[in-house]
């Protein structure tokens, strides 16, 4: 089945730092999808991307979908301590139902 | 808009009880209500597919008869885990999908604690 790889697992960064993180797929997506997850909570959208190339901001937040389909990354620029969580890519094919498939998470720590 | 609700937050139940998790959209139309289990510092696992009025479409190693699921209408899908055991510990979240954006965009529910004694 389809596999995503999301880098780096775990980031320790400063306030006002700016932080990158990446998935990659063995396959092809048409949508990746961009969610934050604080703790006992639920994963918010923030980020969506529909066409292979499109670079979309949300604030501080930068991602974009890769050329080859296989691919995307999430910039956030002068990082805050609210930024902390648990950051989700997420792949999905119109044909497998709608379903997403779930990157394994990037834990942020912003130290202020 | 886009907003998915779970009721309970947290339950903590007995062994061998059985525990009913709702997932309802609140500002659209959800055709397809994903439930998913996570464990503490894991990604997200995906348990069953819930399309209005159908039978849901479980995952490789989620037992249906454990784990049933009901989406009696555009805005509810509920979830009861039955004879609840210790392992099923976990926090379950739901998610919905419609009438915003892309297709595939789902929309989280804040998730459910349950602890089983």
């Known amino acids: 089945g389809q596999q995503l790889n999301q880098s780096p697992q775990s980031m320790f960064i400063q306030e006002g730092e700016d932080v990158s993180m990446n998935c990659t797929s063995s396959?092809?997506?048409?949508?990746w999808l961009w969610y934050k997850q604080d703790p006992g909570e639920g994963p918010v959208l923030l980020i969506a991307?529909?066409?292979?190339?499109e670079l979309t901001s949300n604030g501080r937040l930068t991602a974009q979908f890769g050329i080859t389909r296989k691919d995307s990354f999430l910039n956030i620029s002068a990082s805050i301590p609210s930024d902390v969580g648990i950051y989700f890519c997420?792949?999905?094919?119109?044909?497998?139902?709608?379903?997403?498939?779930f990157g394994d998470g990037t834990t942020l720590t912003v130290k202020p | 808009g886009a907003v998915v609700s779970q009721h309970p937050s947290r339950v903590i139940c007995k062994s061998g009880t059985s525990v009913k998790i709702e997932c309802r959209s609140l500002?659209?139309?959800?055709?397809?209500m994903f439930w998913y289990r996570q464990f503490p510092k894991q990604s997200l696992m995906l348990m069953a597919t819930?399309?209005?009025?159908?039978?849901?479409?479980?995952e490789q190693g989620v037992e249906k008869d454990k784990f049933l699921i009901n989406h009696a209408s555009l805005t509810l899908s509920t979830l009861t885990v039955t004879s609840a055991h210790p392992e099923d510990s976990s926090f379950y979240i739901c998610?919905?999908?419609?009438?915003?954006?892309?297709?595939?965009?789902?929309?989280f529910g804040p998730g459910t604690r349950l602890t089983v004694l």
């Open positions: 991307l529909y066409k292979a190339g």
């Open positions: 500002d659209f139309q959800a055709t397809t």
């Open positions: 997420a792949g999905s094919y119109n044909t497998n139902a709608g379903k997403s498939t």
């Open positions: 819930s399309n209005e009025g159908s039978k849901a479409t479980y």
């Open positions: 998610s919905a999908r419609g009438g915003f954006g892309s297709y595939n965009e789902q929309f």
């Open positions: 396959s092809i997506f048409n949508t």
